[in-house]
């Protein structure tokens, strides 16, 4: 008797050892990924906060300046300003494309036809591409006097111009390559929220007699006002974080026309050794970012219908 | 009657005929348009450098040569960038794998305490700029020493993947949790569970994000243009990119070094293409 008591108290101590072990093994789980986000992401935004109000080289040690780089970068460099002008630019060309044509594309593939993975394969392509490939494709592609671009305007009679040496042509040049290469992420997004909409709402509209143009316009754009949004939001920030195609492209120029944030950033950062400076422009654009995000969230409220 | 009711049948059919016609018409054109500068490129690349230069262009190399080829291959480095960044990416894939399917599935099966906070957390990391993080994350290689060798293009990539242990922990709730239940009262431990059950079932996702990381991980241009400057670590993007300096302006250079670098993300692409629809569509449709 007294002996099986003992061992049910043993079982009993043994088993919520257990569960507490248990309870606690999940951590075991996600530690490799939770060192990881500490290390390479919370730290160095805490470091690249506090490098922010300090100047520093990288040789002599950093010094407390407190918000001077912000108050320099907003009120001295004329540079900064008309990089953030430029980025808005950018963001200005691509985005009307971007939300239209790969909704034509996905509208098309949205049918039953033939030959339809081909045809998306087909768009997917430039995705997939590095943009190093890309950049200099299209560096090729412009070219003023060699180039396919211009070859293809003279069987128009048009002259065009050496693109990307044109302070005026060389941000929607660049812009187009941008757009061209997210034809077909938009793509999918159209499929996935053409998809979502319940096909009823289209019988019940072609019995009250709507054709298809009336049908697009009443049914599929109103429902797929979520994804256009997205693309939006998403297709602005994607212009503050490009790099690799300006470098490949352009370099910045000519004279600054093609500077955009992340570029002007780092030459900040590894060109003149600013690193605090570039560490406060990094947190502007933080602070842009969010803020676009937050306006685009409560404009969509008005005409996003979900 | 009838005779009416067999017209408009067959004008219906002849009107879904006209839609077809008008459909495939204009993805050709479009088609065509979104792949004419992976012509040029190719094309380019298989001409002598006085063809390049010619005008009217020639849309198919007259005479043919891989002299651009052999140019590219000659110059000794060129195979070392390409065996750098088939060794980035797959220890930034392997390890991205491990981490983020461990993580996924804690969060999707295990409880602990604080897991709601510690995935949203996670979460958030994925709206963080890189521009915020790059530079003190260069600081701090340059402090350990890393700058100027691979580890700051595989490290943070293997053991910091928010995107990859989303999509895989949104996997695994579209699994049946049954088969994990009876193990476990079979006496199966939590690692068991995953190694046994969970990873195998998970495969297709971890396809997606294999593919996903291995394309991010090739196409990574940033990375290795900030934390690598000797010529024999360079990746082939950084290679190409870097060299165009160089190589005074030869486009079928140029051009052969563009189908080189894009070649292996086209095969992994081709062969996989499915998974990666799957993944871009995933987070859109959340979002």
Known sequence: MAQSQVLTRLVAKTKTREIRWHRYEGYLFVAPLLIGIVAFIFLPIAASLYMSFHTWDMVSPPELVGLKNYARLVSRDRIFWKVLGNTFKYAGWIIVPSVTFPLILAALLDRPIRLRYLYRLAFFLPLVTSVVAVGLMFRWLYDGEFGLINYTLSWVRIDGPNWLSDVFWAMPAVAMVTVWQGLGYNMVLYLAGLQGIPDHLYEAATIDGAGPFSRFFQITIPLLTP????????????????????????????INSTNVYIYYLWQMAFGSSKMGYASAMAWILAMVIFTITMIQVRLARLWVHY | MRAARVERVASLKQQELLANIVTHILLIVLGLAALAPFWWMISTSFKTEFEAFQIPPTWLPLE???EAYGDLFLDQLFGIFLYNSVKIAVLSVGGQLITSSLAAFAFARLDFPGKNVLFIIVLSTMMVPYAVTVIPLYIVMHRVGWVNTHLPLIVPAMLSSAYGTFLLRQ??????????????????????????????????????LGVFSFMASWNNFFGPFIFLDRKYLFTVQLGVALVQRQWYTSWPRLMAGSVVVTLPVLLVFLLLQRYFVRGISLPGIKG
């Open chain 1, 227 to 254: 994804t256009m949004f997205f693309i939006l939001v998403m297709s602005v920030i994607g212009t503050f974080q490009t790099f690799g195609l300006i470098y490949v492209m352009t370099q910045g120029g000519p």
């Open chain 2, 171 to 208: 996997f695994m709730f579209s699994l049946p949790i049954e088969l994990e239940d009876a193990a476990r009262i079979d006496g199966c431990s939590s690692f068991g569970i995953y190694r046994r059950i969970a990873l195998p079932l998970m495969k297709p996702a971890l396809a997606t």
């Open chain 2, 64 to 66: 043919p040569t891989l």
